[in-house]
């Protein structure tokens, strides 16, 4: 019930919308020098798709991750042999399917900020270790390891090692991202939110007269 329930067609239209938002901003990306190295880039692509949870649920908020992907596949090819792609997908659904689940059950502000608390928290954690074990390893095969851990280096004198890297670097850069994408999220949710609903509810009475005519 609950399936059906979210794939009605106006819900498809705005997973699409808020899936195809995520990918284009996903090719504009800006790097954070003074955290993690230059091929670290950081974008907004998760504010329309934890919007897009907030309002429809977590399902939602893996089906737009998956749209985003693919549209950004298609403005975009992959560089990294979808590695890089499937690593954004993962990381991306550590934080927005959790707050997700967390804002469904507390409709909150003060529930809303721990969804999104715990989503950042989430991402950072599953981003150490996807890159420690994952995708530093997948980029030495471009750049030498010890190049990659020289730049981390430079930034932070601690790194020394893959797992030193990816906490002090990828950690702390997952972190500035989820803030970021959160207090975005906490400015727009609402007002789009409002529209949502506007939107719906102007959907079900033009609906409802529909039927009645017919019924005529």
């Known amino acids: ?79 990294t042999g979808f590695v890089g792609e499937f690593a954004n997908f993962v990381f991306a659904c550590a934080m927005v399917v959790p707050a997700g689940l967390i804002y469904q059950f507390h409709r909150t502000k003060k529930g809303a900020v721990a969804a999104m608390v715990i989503g950042t928290m989430l991402m950072s954690a599953i981003g150490i270790v996807g890159n420690a074990l994952v995708m530093i390893p997948f980029y030495s095969h471009f750049m030498p390891i010890d190049q990659i851990l020289a730049m981390g280096a430079a930034i932070n004198p601690v790194v020394g090692s893959v797992w030193s890297f990816a906490i002090v670097c990828v950690g702390p850069f997952n972190l500035v991202k989820g803030i970021i994408v959160s207090a975005i999220t906490m400015v727009i949710y609402k007002r789009i939110s409002m529209l949502i609903h506007i939107a719906a509810r102007q959907n079900e009475a033009a609906s409802q007269e529909h039927k009645n005519l017919r019924k005529l």
Do not use: C, H, Q, W
């Open 1 to 79: 019930m609950r399936e059906n329930k979210l794939m009605t067609t106006k819900n498809i239209a705005l997973m699409g919308m808020f899936g195809t938002l995520a990918a284009v901003l996903m090719l504009f990306e800006v790097p954070l020098p003074f955290i993690a190295p230059s091929f670290y880039g950081l974008d907004l692509s998760e504010v329309p798709v934890l919007v897009g949870t907030f309002a429809l649920g977590p399902v939602a908020g893996v089906i737009m991750e998956v749209v985003k992907i693919l549209v950004k596949l298609v403005l975009k090819p992959t560089t």
